[in-house]
């Protein structure tokens, strides 16, 4: 099975700094990896994600995300942070189903709280 | 373009009781997923579909929940009898295919306490 990994339940950073939030996976074959942000009370927004091509992937509110093969991680970042980025983040990767389709496997969250 | 649409946001029921959630996902988008997420955890898929028809369900308790997408718009979700251990936020989602690689859009969720 599919699995991400998200070693840190919660990332504080002062606003203005680089963030960095950490997600490592393990697939069988080519991942296709996704990053969703949740704020309190509302549903999963969607980031960025890799399927193919280039490592550095850019996405929604300056959000980025680097593929490294090699350690097998795809880690967030944003070079300055806001106090309004503070939210719920979640990496999930594509896991094929008995039916022949694809459903998200997520990790279990990291908890950025940017602070003035 | 208008997002995915739950309803309702908020419901609080005791246990043994019966409940049904609503999704209308985006226009056009093909393929529907139910997730469930519990406090502190991610989402967890309990079914996809594709147009009106089932793709996986491997994750649902069927002998007490259910969902159907009977014209491939949009769809219900139902518990019946639920069960304390059910309370949890559980979440629409819709993409354009089931290929994979596009990606998928939630909708708000609906918080269900069950007492």
């Known amino acids: 099975a599919q699995s991400v990994a998200q070693p840190e339940d919660q990332v504080n950073v002062a606003e203005g700094n680089p963030l960095t939030v950490k997600c490592t996976y393990s697939?069988?074959?080519?991942?296709?990896l996704f990053w969703y942000v949740q704020y309190p009370n509302r549903g999963l927004q969607f980031l960025l994600k890799?399927?193919?091509?280039?490592?550095l992937v850019k996405g929604s509110y300056g959000f980025e995300a680097e593929f490294n093969k090699s350690q097998t991680s795809f880690h967030l970042k944003k070079p300055s942070a806001l106090v309004s980025d503070s939210a719920l983040y979640f990496c999930?990767?594509?896991?094929?189903?008995?039916?022949?389709?694809?459903?998200?496997?997520f990790g279990t969250g990291t908890q950025l709280k940017v602070e003035l | 373009e208008a997002g995915v649409a739950q309803s309702p946001r908020y419901k609080i029921i005791e246990k043994r009781q019966s409940v049904a959630f609503w999704c209308n996902p985006i226009?056009?988008?093909?393929?529907l997923y139910w997730y469930q997420q519990i406090l502190g955890q991610g989402p967890k898929l309990l079914i996809q579909?594709?147009?009106?028809?089932?793709?996986?369900d491997s994750q649902l308790p069927k002998d007490r929940f259910s969902a159907e997408r009977l014209k491939g718009v949009d769809s219900t979700l139902k518990i019946q009898p639920a069960k304390l251990e059910d309370s949890a936020v559980y979440l629409c989602?819709?993409?354009?295919?089931?290929?994979?690689?596009?990606?998928?859009?939630f909708g708000p969720g609906t918080r269900l306490t069950v007492t």
């Open positions: 989602a819709s993409s354009l295919d089931w290929s994979g690689r596009s990606e998928q859009y």
């Open positions: 697939v069988s074959g080519n991942p296709y």
């Open positions: 890799y399927i193919t091509g280039d490592n």
């Open positions: 999930a990767v594509r896991e094929r189903v008995t039916g022949g389709g694809n459903k998200l496997t």
């Open positions: 226009s056009g988008h093909a393929t």
């Open positions: 579909f594709q147009n009106n028809g089932v793709v996986d």
